[in-house]
Every structure is written in structure tokens, then in C-alpha cells.
T-cell receptor
Framework: AQSVTQPDIHITVSEGASLELRCNYS??????LFWYVQSPGQGLQLLLK??????LVQGIKGFEAEFKRSQSSFNLRKPSVHWSDAAEYFCAANFGNEKLTFGTGTRLTIIP | NAGVTQTPKFQVLKTGQSMTLQCAQDMNHNSMYWYRQDPGMGLRLIYY???????DKGEVPNGYNVSRLNKREFSLRLESAAPSQTSVYFC??????????????FGPGTRLTVL
């Protein structure tokens, strides 16, 4: 079955430290991949998306993600997190059926 | 440009009551969506409207109805609310339905509690 997995429910990092959020998908072909961020009490905002081409994708707010076909992964990274990055992050995929399938989300906590 | 707006922001219902969640977008998008968000389950699609005049069931449509009132507005109705419908509801819109690469834009959500 087509699915998106975010194995980490909750991650805590120190301000200024690097961040990597994991996302894996299950699909026979390469899906279209997205990362969204949800700040407390807000809707979802698109950080970045991958369709084809360069496997390293740059997004807003200093985030980037790398698509690795061999690992069926699309991990989100940021070199140095800020307190304002505390939020919930969702990986999503379109498996060619015009619908988005979301992962269960990873909640990011930043400690001073 | 307000983007996607939703009303109300919060609502408490008693079991069996009905209500309609409103959604509007000002981006001239063709497609609109309703999701529910539950802890540990991510977002699940309830209903969608690929274009004005059409609606289709998503992953979890039971207990809900929708109306695409015009190109801008897409409402979600709970006819007889149940505690299992306690959730956060998000409306979203996108320009095209048949483009797998299209971006969905989300509203701020409605937090619904059914007692």
C-alpha cells in the first residue's frame, strides 16, 4: 500500500543545532514529495516540494530536503535551528492519484 | 489576499447537534478539500471538490456532507455530530485538480469538540 512514514513523533534540539527530520514512503515509483510546517494554532504552510531533477531541494526559512531513491526517503534538514522553528512538520506525497497522503507528523521542540 | 479562511475557529457541540463549517478562498483556485487532523494520524481527506459543481468522497467521508457553493466557497456539514468527530478540521485549495505537482494551501483550521 502507498504510505508515508515519519518515524519520529517528537524531536528536541538545542537552538543553533542542526536538524534532520526523517520521512520514508512506500511506493513502486517515485512520488511527488512535500514538506509542510504547522505552527501552533495555524494551518499548514508549504516548506518545499520535490518532483524531479536535482535531489537536493531548497525551501523557505532555510530548510532543505534530500530525495534518496535507494532509501525511499525525503529527509528535511536545517543547519542551525531557531526558536521560531518549533512546530509540527508533516511529510506528504502524491502517488499519482491527485491526492495528498500525509505522514503522522513530527513535533519539534527547541530548547535554549 | 486572505488566502483560505475558515469559520468558526472553535466550536463545541453536543452529540446529535448539527453544524456547518465554512471555507472560502480568494486565490481563484479550482479545487478545494476538507481534511481532519487527529493526534498520531496526520491529516486525512474527508471530501474534495475538483472543480465548481463537483464533489467526491475522500478517505473518511462517513458522517459528513459537503457543498461547493461557488468557486470560492466549500462547506462541510455534520448532520448529527458524534464524539468521534472531535477533531481539527482544515480546508485547503489548489489551482488544479489534475496536476500531481500542484501545491495545496491550507486555512487556519476549526477546532471542534463534540460532547
Amino acid at each position: 500500500a502507498q504510505s508515508v512514514t515519519q518515524p519520529d513523533i517528537h524531536i528536541t534540539v538545542s537552538e543553533g543545532a542542526s536538524l534532520e527530520l526523517r520521512c520514508n514512503y512506500s511506493y513502486g515509483a517515485t512520488p511527488y514529495l512535500f514538506w509542510y510546517v504547522q505552527s501552533p494554532g495555524q494551518g499548514l504552510q508549504l516548506l518545499l516540494k520535490y518532483f524531479s531533477g536535482d535531489t537536493l531541494v531548497q525551501g523557505i526559512k532555510g530548510f532543505e530536503a534530500e530525495f534518496k531513491r535507494s532509501q525511499s526517503s525525503f529527509n528535511l534538514r536545517k543547519p542551525s535551528v531557531h526558536w521560531s522553528d518549533a512546530a509540527e512538520y508533516f511529510c506528504a506525497a502524491n502517488f499519482g492519484n491527485e491526492k495528498l497522503t500525509f505522514g503522522t507528523g513530527t513535533r519539534l521542540t527547541i530548547i535554549p | 489576499n486572505a488566502g483560505v479562511t475558515q469559520t468558526p475557529k472553535f466550536q463545541v457541540l453536543k452529540t446529535g447537534q448539527s453544524m456547518t463549517l465554512q471555507c472560502a478562498q480568494d486565490m481563484n483556485h479550482n479545487s478545494m478539500y476538507w481534511y481532519r487532523q487527529d493526534p498520531g494520524m496526520g491529516l486525512r481527506l474527508i471530501y474534495y471538490s475538483a472543480s465548481e459543481g463537483t464533489t467526491d468522497k475522500g478517505e473518511v467521508p462517513n458522517g459528513y456532507n459537503v457543498s461547493r457553493l461557488n468557486k470560492r466557497e466549500f462547506s462541510l456539514r455534520l448532520e448529527s455530530a458524534a464524539p468521534s468527530q472531535t477533531s481539527v478540521y482544515f480546508c485547503a485549495s489548489s489551482e488544479l485538480w489534475d496536476s500531481t505537482t500542484d501545491t495545496q494551501y491550507f486555512g487556519p483550521g476549526t477546532r471542534l469538540t463534540v460532547l
